[in-house]
């Protein structure tokens, strides 16, 4: 069993953050990994402004000349819908709720761009540890 420091990083903690800080955080780690990667900054694009319509998509990596070393960036383009709370992302309601308009059997704009540019999409849920 590991050893627990002041530094663990416990589920409770990150299913306790907010939307604000779970982009804050998220921000850190893909410039994180970027770096370490050779991946330039300026293809990293993760808006403060949570609640500005997205079109289904919170962040964007692009033209990632390569894949990260540990995984959360992909070659090409890479989009993240960033989430927290409890909700469960393994029911097909909720995949329907963050891949969809409402009420509709469309795919949200940026996530339908996502996909037509043959880009990987990537749930990062703060708060659920299926």
Known sequence: MPVETILTVKKKHLSELGPESAVDIF???VWAEASSSGIPKSSTNIPSDIY???GGIDAKITNSPLDSGQGLIKKGLTCY???TGGSDPSTA???KKILFKEGLNELRPEVKEC???KGTFVLVHFGWDG
């Open 27 to 29: 921000r850190e780690m």
């Open 52 to 54: 500005d319509p997205d």
């Open 81 to 83: 819908q960033v989430k």
């Open 93 to 95: 309601a909720q995949v």
């Open 115 to 117: 996909f037509e540019k």
